[in-house]
């Protein structure tokens, strides 16, 4: 990671760290970097996010080139203009982040931009010399908008009668979700749609599960989607108040292509943290997994180098690319309502193979990452590995933003989960005190 970038885009404190000036230059940045002919911005509906999307545009317009405005969009809208359209977009947004944070995320022709690129723009906030051209053009369009739209007409969704409530987290997708949701279920409810700049994730929205379920509870309904503040993530639940994370998800749809025999190389991408209940699923399906290190770069990384259909995260991060490049909670929840008509089903009988295994997150804190490197505490972690067995998850990592250990372990053995854990964490811990 850069000064500025982190693993997804610039984040901070807006008015503080993401100020009108950094803005500017990251603007004039990504001219110098990338000397585009057109850069589509998009935003969220945090109270900073006009600041930085037109301290941005500034940079970029006052050395000549001319930018589009898209106005509020989610995530996914701006990276597909950007791919569909061969130019270099940015969204304003700090995703899942409490409204006084916010972020820039920039694509280069729909993906996210390389760290090499990062770094140069970087260089340019630093040390770049601010100059001033003939001035670009600045344009309102609704062509994001409309662009987007096409990708939901070629899919021929046909009108629901089921009861259906959605969440928009006050955040990027509140109106286009809604457009979408008209056209197929006229009386769905949707609620967290009244964003006011600082209300974007506020105890609502795919991590905050409570809000669907109330709502859900409250008026009888078949199910429930839950998106989060820039629109690419999703979270679902049904009558029963049963969540349905990004892995189960996944497994859904898996099974459902893999019938219309469009799973391709018959294999999903699911990361290191994904419940073994989930891969033994997969397995008596006959479906292959592969499994990546815990971030959307990394799922989306294996996803295109192999040309697999599916893949993402627990977290509700899911990518279909025979629909969308970029990983969309509302085409995702789109898709697997159209499936639950096609098969005129329910969320709970397309999970009905998969029996989650015990699961247990253990966070060591006060322990220097550097306990890991030790030949005796990597040889104990094999240890526990070869006595979990097969169909199971040991994960031992280092935080990246604290001094702390996760250790995680799930196996269909909630005994031997307990009993596991806390012998490593107990060994973790003594062998980190001896540093």
Partial sequence: MGKYFGTD????????KLNSELAFRVGQGLVHTFKPSQVVIGMDTRESSPMLAYSIANGILSLGVDVLFAGVVSTPMVSHYSKLKNIIGVMITASHNPFMDNGIKVFNKGYKSADADELIIEEFIDHGEVTYQSFGKLSLSN?????????????????????????????????????IFDTISPNSVQINNR????????????????????LIREHHLDFGFS?????????????NLRIYDGDLIIYMIATYLKRKNLLNKNTVVLTKMSNPGILKALSDQNISYKLTDVGDKYVFHELYTNDYTIGG????????????????????????????????TTLANLVGDVELYPFKLTNIKGIHKSVLSLP????????????????????????????????????????????????????????????
């Fill in 195 to 214: 964003p006011n700049g600082k209300n974007i994730n506020l105890d609502c929205g795919s991590t905050h599960m409570y809000a669907i379920l109330d």
């Fill in 227 to 239: 998106f989060d503040g820039d629109g690419d993530r999703i979270m679902v639940a049904d009558h």
């Fill in 143 to 179: 062509d994001i908008h409309d662009e987007y739209i096409k990708i939901y007409e070629k899919m021929d969704l046909k009108p629901t009668n089921k009861r259906i409530g959605f969440d928009s987290a006050n955040g990027a997708n509140y109106l286009i979700s809604k457009e």
């Fill in 9 to 16: 885009g610039i984040r901070g404190v807006s008015f503080e």
């Fill in 313 to 344: 995260e627990s977290s509700g991060h899911v990518i279909l690319t025979h629909l969308l490049h970029t990983g969309d909670g509302l085409l995702v929840g789109i898709y697997l309502l159209k499936i639950l008509e096609e098969l005129n």
């Fill in 376 to 435: 005796q505490v990597q040889s104990k972690i094999s240890s526990i590995q070869d006595r979990l067995g097969s169909h199971s998850l040991l994960l031992v990592r280092a935080s990246g933003t604290e001094a702390l250990i996760r250790v995680t372990i799930s196996s269909k053995d909630e005994a031997l989960v307990e009993s596991l854990t806390e012998e490593l964490v107990s060994y973790i811990q003594m062998e980190g005190k001896n540093l």
